[in-house]
Structure formats: C-alpha cells, structure tokens
C-alpha cells in the first residue's frame, strides 16, 4: 500500500449537528457515526461560512469566503478561475472520484475534475447505481416542496444505500491513492425515507423546535416577515412538525447503516489504517426553530453547526476537541495530512496541529459566516399588500426579496454577532441562550461585547481576498 492516504469525504446535504447520538442527541440512532468519532477526532466547534448548498460547497471545496467566491447564491456555482483543490489532489496522483450530488462543480468543470463520475440528486440517480431508478424519480420529481411524503422503495435500491454501494465497489477496485467525494443527497427534502427508517422514531420522543412568541420583536425584518407569514403552521399544524424531524432522523440513522457498511469495506480491504475518511455536512435545517422551516439568509447555529468528523487510523488519535473550525479550514487541512503544499489565494488554516497532536485544541479565535444576495435587505413597509401576500407562498430560502441583503457573523467564545445590511444586529449569548432567541445587542452591559465583534467583522471583510467576488467586496454597515 502506498504511504499517500486515500482520503474519503462523506457529505451529507442539510444535516444539523445535533442529528447525532455523539455529539449530544441521546435518542437518535447513529452506532457507525458514534463509532467513527470514538475512532477519530469528533469536533464540537465546527461551523460553515454560508448555509446554503452551492456557496457552502465552493468555499469547502477552494478554502475561500463565498465573498470571495462570488458563490453567494445556488445559482452561482464555482467559477472558472477558482482553484479548487480537488484539481489539486488530482495533479499530486490522485485518482478523483464524485459519486453523488454536485451543486457546486457544474457539468463540465465535473467532467474535467474527477476521474469516476457517479451521478444522484434528490429526484435523480443514475440507472448504473440502482435498478429501481425511474421508480426513484417518479416518485421524487414533484415532491421537492411537500411538507413530508412516503417512500416505498426498498432501502437496498434506494438512493442512499445505492450510493454507498458504489462507493464501496470503488474502494475495492482503485488502487491507492483515492479523493472520494461521496456526496449524499440526504437530509435534504424531499422529506422522504424508506421503512425501516420512516417509523424508526416516533413523535413522543421527538424534542419541540425551539421559539418563542416574542422572539422576533427585535430581529431583522426579513426574518420577521417570514415568521409572519407562517408557512411552520400551514404546512405543519397540530405539531406536524415532530413527524417531520421523525423522518429527518430516520434519514441519518439511513445514512449511518450504510455508512457501517463503508466502514466494514475498508477494514475488509485492509484500508481503514490509511485512509482518511472525513464525514461532514453543508449546512443545517431549521427544523421549526425560530418558527421557520428549511433554511433561509439568516445564521442560526440550525443552519451554521454541522457534524465533522476526521479519523486516519494510523496517524490521528481519538479525542473530541471544542476547537474553532470552519468548513474552509477543512480540505486545507487534508492537503497538509496528505503533504501537498496549498496553492496561492487559499483563505482557510489548516488545523491538522489539532488532529495529531491529542492535547492541543486551539485553532482560530474566531470565525466568521455570512449569508445573502448583495443589496439592501427587505425594509418594513416596502412590500405593498398584494406583494406581501404574494410571496407569502413562496420557498423563502430562494426567494430573491427575502434573500437580498447580506447578513455577516462573528462568532467568538460563547458570542455570536449578526449584522445585516439595513437592519438590526443580533448578538447572542451561546451559552445562557444557546437556542439563540434573544437578541441581546441593546443591552447596554453588552456594548463593548458589540462594539469589538463589529469591529472584528469589518476587519475581516477589508482583509479578506475577494478575487472572484468583487461584487461582493463590501464594507459593512456602522449601525
């Protein structure tokens, strides 16, 4: 076996941090999961820069701000004088592979970056991978926007099983070394999964979202307006809502069956020892909390904490850190692991210190988030009553009105600060307030806490490269 580790990445689509039993969810099942971060390195402080699938992926993919990117929408996939590092890993050896959802490559930037091609999205999956591949799209295509829906197919043939299969196939068959993006569509909607999974959780044990009625008395309109128009309620009344986080939790513990049977491939072949596999998402879910569904331009810790974990047998040892990370720290990180130097323009730090030393757990002070399409955000009174009631309907995650503006964060310690272009800030206090639901930023006891993230904020912004995003390149507001 070749002394260069092959390096997995398995990443799941909209999957929060706390959807394992490891990382404090003591009523999910995830024993794979559990297994690999008592094997590896489990991180408690692992956040995204953007919450939204394509900027998410560009910034993991290049180590770069989606403001530097340009990527700050689902529409904007990587740009072609992006450097990302799959390229990289391609030009020092390594056999590059995508099996799974893209969102972020595009179709021909795909074909000229990974060796193996293996296609799937939420409604689609390529007829190599699974027998039942019409039924799988038939069933899927229209149900993107339904609150939940039924899934009859077989887990053997469905898309998350058949994804892994594929991968495991590849395991066999590649010689070292490998790049493996395994991609998984899922916890993504459509909120749908196959029996066992559907019924593996039921509503009592399900824990509430988290809100309160007087939550949104101080907070940015555009949030304000969301909960307004109360799509939580139509599209999940009576506490609906549990028996969709029943479903949502059933995907992960789907995914983690699978993931088991990765693992077992790995220890069969005799590459466990020196392979990298890395498991991680592109951002969370509201779930309900803050009485809104999916996502949208805002940064909750629902949408900016997902899981991470590193394991490298031979050379990582187990332990659990709180240390500070982003996801543009992360394939840095594998290119030091893997002793390929970085290419220039590279935003994120490494923190490959932290996996291989046990004791140390310090990485960044810091980090820093951001959401939203250039402009002003929406302003109270903007709307006229028949707009209002008009985009009442609509997914707000891609609504351009409710995505305008761009909201940035610092968070810092147990203080996270928001700032969105027009608007109110928001600070919380992670650790008295950890479901984020009171803005504390007029507490006049705070004012220094404010004072110093805004300023740490607009540092980062006047620091920060902007190469492919210069559109995006602006200076924060003062208030």
Not at 31 to 55: I, K, S, W
Not at 220 to 240: K, M
Not at 435 to 459: G, T
Request: aromatic share 8%; with cysteine; proline share 6%.
């Amino acid at each position: 076996m070749s002394a260069t580790p092959n390096i997995i990445v398995i990443y799941t689509d909209q999957q929060r941090y706390d959807t394992l039993h490891c990382c404090g969810n003591p009523l999910i099942n995830t024993p794979n999961l559990d297994r690999l971060a008592r094997e590896g390195c489990l991180f408690h402080q692992h956040h995204v820069t953007t919450p939204l699938c394509v900027p998410s992926r560009v910034s993991f993919f290049t180590g770069r701000y989606a403001h530097s990117t340009g990527s700050y929408n689902n529409d904007r996939l990587m740009a072609p004088e992006e450097t990302d590092f799959v390229s990289h890993f391609r030009k020092a050896g390594y056999t590059t592979a995508l099996i799974g959802k893209d969102h972020c490559f595009g179709e021909a930037r795909r074909r000229d970056t990974f060796d193996v091609l293996e296609n799937a999205s939420h409604t689609n999956i390529d007829a190599s991978l699974s027998s039942r591949s019409d039924d799988i799209h038939n069933l899927r295509k229209d149900k993107m926007h339904v609150p939940m829906a039924e899934d009859p197919i077989p887990p053997a043939e469905n898309i998350t099983a058949s994804l892994f299969r594929a991968a495991s196939n590849l395991i066999r068959s590649t010689t070292d070394p490998l790049f493996l993006w395994l991609s998984i569509p899922d916890p993504h909607p459509p909120y749908m999964v196959c029996e066992p999974y559907a019924s593996m959780y039921s509503t009592d044990q399900i824990p509430l979202p988290a809100w309160s009625e007087e939550e949104m008395r101080n907070k940015p309109y555009r949030q304000r307006v969301v909960v307004e128009w109360d799509r939580y309620n139509r599209e999940y009344p009576d506490d609906s809502i549990l028996e969709l986080k029943a479903k949502y939790w059933g995907m992960v513990s789907y995914i983690d069956a699978e993931l088991g049977k990765l693992m077992a491939v790995l220890d069969e072949t005799g590459q466990a020892e020196n392979t990298i596999l890395l498991f991680t998402s592109d951002h969370g879910d509201y779930m309900g909390d803050h009485h809104m569904i999916r996502k949208g331009p805002n940064l909750y810790e629902a949408l900016t904490h997902v899981p991470l974990i590193i394991r490298w047998p031979s050379r990582i040892p187990p332990k659990e850190t709180d240390a500070l990370v982003s996801n543009i720290d992360v394939v840095p990180t594998l290119a030091e692991l893997a002793g390929i130097p970085e290419f220039a323009g590279v935003e994120g730090q490494s923190f490959a210190h932290v996996l291989l030393d046990a004791s140390n757990h310090s990485h960044r002070e810091a980090i820093f988030m951001e959401h939203g399409d250039p402009g002003v955000a929406l302003q109270e009174g903007e709307l006229s009553q028949k707009e209002y009631d008009e985009l009442s309907s609509q997914s707000h995650h891609l609504c351009p009105v409710i995505c305008r503006g761009e909201t940035k964060a610092v968070l810092r310690g147990r203080w996270k600060f928001c700032t969105t272009a027009g608007d109110v800030s928001e600070l919380y206090d992670l650790k008295s307030d950890p479901d984020e639901l009171v803005n504390r930023v007029d507490d006049p006891d705070l004012a220094d806490i404010v004072e110093e993230c805004r300023s740490r904020l607009n540092k980062w912004v006047n620091n920060s490269d902007g190469r492919s995003g210069t559109d995006k390149k602006t200076a924060l507001v003062s208030g």
